[in-house]
């Protein structure tokens, strides 16, 4: 493993043409905020629930149904949760059952964090607790430099765009951003594609002067499609503390150049990231 000098900061691809960066691209949730840890142990038992109900699932066990449903929301992190619901449909047909559409099982799995969630977010709203204490360590820190360093900044979120926006403003720092993207109604018209196809033509980009971070697949994959920096965060979301190897895997398997655990080293990455130019 190759790490920046006196940094837990992993160099996946030492190839890298770092130095030109002119915009970044953040997730939001296991990437910036924390308010929304721990929804897969939501989404997935409620999809279990749902496949176990079907007439060919009462023939699985229940282990074998909640691989199939981990691979899957895995595999979909970072998407619309629109898509996560769409594929629990084709998996309930699968086992005959008779689905409900896709946006009542989205209807579901919000009533369920929500349940969740909501004490976090009084509790951010009421001055309560620290909006740091849920966010990823050092991700403050990071937009700051960034936008110290006049690198415009974006967000895009699987998440509904109406909670984004809420979310953001709760942890005080949607004024990092030139602009905040996440799922809408109208599915089609937003995926994260789309938002980073935008920002390489409204800007002019190469794709060295991209980055972006993100603690799912879908970011990654779609970043290094455009030639950009991908830059993986591996983020334990519960502890706050560490890596998450699974995040690690997953995120190298799509692609990430360079991995953290969080942003507590983001004074030697700005250098590695922004500044490195200046020392060539």
């Not at 691809?13 to 142990?41: E, K, M, N």
């Not at 909006?131 to 430099?145: K, N």
């Not at 938002?195 to 409204?202: F, Q, S």
């Amino acid at each position: 493993m190759n790490y920046l000098s006196g940094t837990n900061i992993e160099i996946v691809h030492s190839s890298l043409h770092v130095g030109y960066i002119q915009c970044a691209l953040f997730d939001f949730d296991g990437t910036l905020s924390l308010i929304r840890a721990g929804w897969q142990d939501v989404m997935i038992p409620m999809m279990v629930e749902i496949l176990k109900d079907t007439p060919k699932g009462r023939h699985e066990s229940q282990e074998e149904i909640e691989m199939v449903v981990r691979d899957f929301v895995a595999l979909l992190t970072g998407e619309q949760t629109i898509y996560q619901m769409i594929r629990l449909i084709e998996e309930v047909k699968r086992r005959g059952g008779k689905p409900l559409e896709s946006v009542e099982y989205k209807k579901m799995y919000h009533k369920r964090i929500w349940e969740n969630i909501k004490g976090r977010l009084k509790a951010l709203q009421t001055g309560q607790v620290d909006p740091d204490e849920l966010m990823v360590p050092g991700a403050r820190g990071m937009l700051g430099a960034l936008h110290d360093q006049g690198v415009p900044c974006y967000l895009a979120s699987g998440t509904d765009e109406v909670y984004v926006l809420g979310e953001a403003r709760s942890l005080q720092i949607d004024q990092y951003f030139s602009g905040i993207y996440g799922a809408l109604d109208n599915w089609k018209l937003f995926s994260k594609r789309m938002v980073i196809k935008r920002i390489i033509k409204e800007h002019h980009l190469q794709g060295e002067e991209f980055v972006s971070f993100g603690d799912g697949f879908v970011e990654i994959k779609e970043t290094k499609t455009v030639g950009g920096i991908a830059i993986g965060v591996a983020s334990n979301e519960i502890t706050r503390e560490g890596k998450n190897k699974w995040k690690r895997e997953r995120l190298i398997e799509a692609g990430a150049d360079i991995i953290i655990p969080d942003f507590r080293g983001y004074i030697q990455l700005m250098r590695f990231l922004v500044e490195s130019k200046n020392n060539k």
